[in-house]
């Protein structure tokens, strides 16, 4: 399935040939972490230069102020490495994360369910979302994020069956009234690796991490009571609670800290350069106290480590990043408070794909141009839409609201795996629906959706393999609607991929008139 989705998302990847939306961006941040281990500010004309060729005459000295992590442009670093300064390199690292991305659908829901059939179709359903699809061919940093994010989510669930099995085969050599005590968890662990990437991609993997952190305390609590262990939760709180948010939480904030390795070493032109922002003085300050600090002892190596550098140089590193962080938190949060975008969309609309986004278009295609053969007085285009399956997207709000009646009524944790991650995936942004925000940071969404999906078809199919009535209709339903998938992924495929289609075949396309 996985081979598949890879087969599916590089075909024409290297079209549009331009910088599509905020490639413009971190194509070059990318490129600049690669060969100058920070992201530095480029001349006017870069586009037009790296697009012609040149892809080293444009970069100025001075530091650039970036305002998400680093991880999603190293990641992007990675495919202009292998395949050079062009579309094609820039893009294809986002191609392989969200094959992967599959991969881990696959796995997550055939863990969740009990069965590979239905993982296949989880993974199927995802690799067949136009948010998925178009994602993982533009050089944009969220789908590095909902990669990560999902790793660090099947990690949890992992977690959570090793912590309950080893619990279960335990029972019989409790310590004291307390229940077994398992302090080590390797699954958790792992998680904390994944998440801190992702939030070292972008902040908003700290809902998540702290919505799914939450829930499985709240599962080992449950785990120690099932064992009637007395004062379960209160005691689960020291030997689960605290143990899980070191090893879930604290190996995620480490990770997140190296990520910025590459600015660290490079901390004295931070210094310089960007201690007096215009998101500085949003706090009223004018400069990094830290700026003005002498730096003599780390001329030439960066001052990130004790190894280079004496501590109060390391401190004062520190400080900085502390002081750019903040910089940034107060672009995100005041500085876009009054700026609009054509594109922009009210999250409480998301589900319903109130608003998708436009990433690259040609219009106006004559007659004869380019192979157009639109009829008389009609044109052509090509376009490159962020916009999700609606068939999917649609199907999947009625999902999620019989996930969440399943979870309470059936008490089934697993429904509440799908519930827990859309709420902390997109309800948080229900708090920044004045700014300019974006359909496709949906994507983090997207997961959870399709979860609920499949776990809904595999209710539907029922438990018994054997035929049954029940079984009959589960299949043709379920049946009914991946069809319905596929095909509305055949007939948004050139919307999606930069196709050359008439403009009343465009029209046809656009469901809703917030669409156009």
């Given at each position: 399935?996985?081979?598949?989705?890879?087969?599916?998302?590089?075909?024409?990847?290297?079209?549009?040939?331009?910088?599509?939306?905020?490639?413009?961006?971190?194509a070059?941040?990318?490129?600049?972490?690669?060969?100058?281990?920070?992201?530095?500010?480029?001349?006017e004309?870069?586009?037009?230069?790296?697009?012609?060729?040149?892809?080293?005459?444009?970069?100025?000295?001075?530091?650039?102020?970036?305002?998400h992590?680093?991880?999603g442009?190293?990641?992007?670093?990675?495919?202009?490495?292998?395949?050079?300064?062009?579309?094609?390199g820039?893009?294809?690292?986002?191609?392989?994360?969200?094959?992967?991305?599959?991969?881990?659908?696959?796995?997550?829901a055939?863990?969740?369910?009990?069965s590979?059939?239905?993982?296949?179709?989880?993974?199927?359903?995802?690799?067949?979302?136009?948010?998925?699809?178009?994602?993982?061919?533009?050089a944009?940093?969220?789908?590095?994020?909902?990669?990560?994010?999902l790793?660090?989510?099947?990690?949890?669930?992992?977690?959570?069956?090793?912590?309950?099995?080893?619990?279960?085969?335990?029972?019989?050599t409790?310590?004291?009234g307390?229940?077994?005590l398992?302090?080590?968890?390797?699954?958790l662990?792992?998680?904390?690796?994944?998440?801190?990437?992702?939030?070292?991609?972008?902040?908003?993997?700290?809902?998540?991490?702290?919505?799914?952190?939450?829930?499985?305390?709240?599962?080992?609590?449950?785990?120690?009571?099932?064992?009637?262990?007395?004062?379960?939760?209160?005691?689960s709180?020291?030997?689960?609670?605290?143990?899980?948010?070191?090893?879930?939480?604290?190996?995620?904030?480490?990770?997140y800290?190296?990520?910025?390795?590459?600015?660290?070493?490079?901390?004295?032109?931070?210094?310089?350069?960007?201690?007096?922002?215009?998101?500085t003085?949003?706090?009223?300050?004018?400069?990094?106290?830290?700026?003005?600090?002498?730096?003599?002892?780390?001329?030439?190596?960066?001052?990130?480590?004790t190894?280079?550098?004496?501590?109060?140089?390391?401190?004062?590193?520190?400080r900085?990043?502390?002081?750019?962080?903040?910089?940034?938190?107060n672009?995100?949060?005041?500085f876009?408070?009054?700026?609009?975008?054509?594109?922009?969309?009210?999250?409480?609309?998301?589900?319903?794909?109130?608003?998708?986004?436009g990433?690259?278009?040609?219009?106006?295609?004559?007659?004869?141009?380019q192979?157009c053969e639109?009829?008389?007085?009609?044109?052509?285009?090509?376009?490159?839409?962020?916009?999700?399956?609606?068939?999917?997207?649609?199907?999947?709000?009625?999902?999620l609201v019989?996930?969440l009646?399943?979870?309470?009524?059936?008490?089934?944790?697993?429904?509440?795996?799908?519930?827990?991650?859309?709420?902390?995936t997109?309800?948080?942004?229900?708090?920044?629906?004045?700014?300019?925000?974006?359909?496709f940071?949906?994507?983090?969404?997207?997961p959870?959706v399709?979860?609920?999906l499949?776990?809904?078809?595999?209710?539907?199919?029922?438990p018994?393999?054997?035929?049954?009535?029940?079984?009959?209709?589960?299949?043709?339903?379920?049946?009914?609607?991946?069809?319905?998938?596929?095909?509305?992924?055949?007939?948004?495929?050139?919307?999606?991929?930069?196709?050359?289609?008439?403009?009343?075949?465009?029209l046809?396309?656009?469901?809703?008139?917030?669409?156009?």
């Amino acid at each position: 399935m996985a081979l598949f989705a890879l087969a599916v998302r590089l075909v024409r990847l290297g079209e549009p040939n331009s910088f599509a939306f905020d490639e413009t961006y971190y194509a070059k941040h990318g490129w600049s972490l690669l060969h100058h281990g920070y992201v530095r500010s480029y001349a006017e004309g870069a586009d037009e230069a790296i697009l012609g060729g040149d892809a080293t005459s444009s970069w100025l000295d001075n530091p650039e102020m970036v305002v998400h992590p680093e991880v999603g442009k190293w990641m992007i670093a990675l495919g202009e490495w292998a395949f050079g300064m062009d579309p094609t390199g820039w893009r294809v690292a986002s191609v392989v994360a969200g094959s992967l991305m599959v991969l881990v659908m696959c796995r997550l829901a055939a863990r969740l369910t009990g069965s590979v059939f239905l993982g296949l179709v989880a993974g199927f359903l995802l690799s067949l979302d136009g948010l998925h699809l178009v994602l993982s061919r533009l050089a944009l940093l969220d789908i590095f994020l909902a990669l990560f994010m999902l790793l660090g989510v099947h990690c949890v669930i992992a977690d959570r069956q090793w912590f309950t099995a080893r619990m279960r085969a335990a029972a019989d050599t409790a310590v004291g009234g307390w229940g077994p005590l398992l302090l080590g968890r390797p699954w958790l662990v792992a998680a904390g690796l994944w998440f801190g990437l992702a939030a070292g991609t972008k902040w908003t993997a700290l809902y998540p991490l702290a919505a799914f952190g939450v829930w499985l305390w709240l599962s080992n609590a449950a785990a120690r009571r099932a064992l009637r262990v007395p004062w379960a939760w209160a005691k689960s709180v020291v030997v689960d609670g605290i143990p899980a948010f070191v090893q879930l939480v604290g190996v995620a904030f480490v990770v997140y800290v190296l990520s910025w390795t590459g600015w660290m070493l490079n901390a004295e032109e931070y210094e310089e350069h960007l201690s007096d922002t215009q998101y500085t003085r949003f706090d009223g300050g004018e400069k990094w106290a830290s700026a003005v600090e002498p730096d003599a002892a780390c001329d030439g190596v960066g001052d990130a480590f004790t190894s280079f550098c004496a501590p109060k140089e390391t401190w004062q590193t520190f400080r900085s990043l502390g002081s750019y962080h903040r910089d940034a938190w107060n672009f995100h949060t005041q500085f876009l408070n009054d700026s609009t975008h054509t594109y922009a969309s009210k999250p409480a609309g998301w589900l319903l794909m109130n608003r998708p986004v436009g990433v690259a278009a040609d219009l106006d295609i004559q007659p004869g141009d380019q192979g157009c053969e639109a009829a008389a007085g009609s044109t052509c285009l090509r376009q490159v839409l962020l916009l999700g399956n609606p068939i999917l997207w649609w199907a999947g709000c009625a999902a999620l609201v019989a996930s969440l009646v399943l979870w309470i009524g059936r008490r089934d944790w697993r429904y509440g795996v799908a519930v827990v991650g859309v709420a902390s995936t997109w309800l948080p942004w229900l708090r920044y629906d004045d700014r300019t925000i974006f359909l496709f940071y949906a994507i983090a969404i997207l997961p959870f959706v399709v979860l609920a999906l499949t776990m809904v078809i595999g209710t539907l199919l029922g438990p018994d393999r054997r035929p049954s009535r029940r079984r009959t209709w589960g299949a043709a339903v379920s049946g009914v609607f991946v069809a319905a998938v596929v095909l509305a992924f055949g007939w948004f495929w050139p919307v999606w991929t930069d196709q050359l289609i008439t403009h009343p075949e465009w029209l046809s396309r656009m469901w809703l008139k917030s669409w156009i």
